[in-house]
């Protein structure tokens, strides 16, 4: 894709769509790496001359204003970020938006009020794209975490104006791009997360690519009742456990290694104060449910990381919320950072993993994105994406 290196934007009023969802305990911002993974390309606009207007969902307000998703805390924290001084409207179209940019100098930048106070942004509404359109020259679509979104301000815009990629767009498209279609083998994927029925997509497409595939995670109980094991009272979907099989199935086929949990932690209740155990599969009581994957299931993954040389994963090992059960998700976060890999972690939960034990920097890519990385993993073309142009 082209890239916003390969325009001249001196002068030109650059409408820069960036991914400000970022979690918020009332005002104040609780992990702003959304904003700061922004800053190239704004930084990179400021000093090229350009007069930058970005523009960014946060939450899902519906089509109404919703005070508590303005964007004034992230203006705020932006400002500073920058050490200039963002020019923050309240809306964005309209006349006080015309007039603030009207005024704007080289090298200003300007942030909108979240889109999706507008009904009309979801809906990828004709006429609010152009109008936000009409509010520049030229669209640079730097937000990957909500490219998997149709919306006025990361799809329909691009048909009024060039659109191109902002750094970190063309660094996740890199990335994980390279992970899927040229990986370095051995190709080690981790699946994890609560249902199948998510990730079915994901896991059929990796199949075709990795050498080794590691299942975990809620899901990973499905798998287990496909191999015949009782599960008690875990969580399983039963309409799901003949697709396991053949999933099962279909990787000794394509002579993939898949990996299922040997060991795991039971546990009397879903409740982080419940008395829990290790136990093999083999022995999963009746009336216990499964919450993590266990000690030797843990060792096991870790072996293959460290026998990898390009690992992806999405999803956490058990219900990393509760601290009891949250060592399997923080084993395999600790054999990513440990592993000399190409490491690629997307998902909220696997990326709050790696955070909690401090080693996110041992990462070589943390994706900005959640739902957009999974459906770039399931091989689906981001519409976000897709509107760029080539070089
Ligand atoms: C995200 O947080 O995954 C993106 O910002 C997309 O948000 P959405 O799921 O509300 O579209």
Redesign the pocket.
Known sequence: KKSVKDIEVKGKRVFVRV?F?VPLDGEVITDDT?IRKALPTIQYLMEQGARVILAS?L??PKGEVVEKYRLTPVARRLSELLGKEVIKVNDSVGEEVKQAIAAMQNGDVLLLENV?FHAEE?KNDEKYARQLAELADVFVND?F??A??A?ASTAGIAKYLPAVAGFLMEKELTMLGQAVTTPRRPFVAIIGGAKVSDKIGVIENLLSKVDTLIIGGGMANTFLRAQGYQTGKSLVEPDKVDLARELIERAATRQVELLLPTDVVVARAFEPTAENRVVTVTKIPEDWMVLDIGPATAAKYAEAVQKAATVVWNGPMGVFEMDVFAKGTEAVAKALADSPAITIIGG?DSVAAVNKIGVADKISHIST????SLEFLEGKELPGVAVLQSK
């Open positions: 991914d969802n959304r969902h939450g899902r999706r979801t937000a975490g909500a998997h979104r919306h909220g994105g959640g739902g957009a």
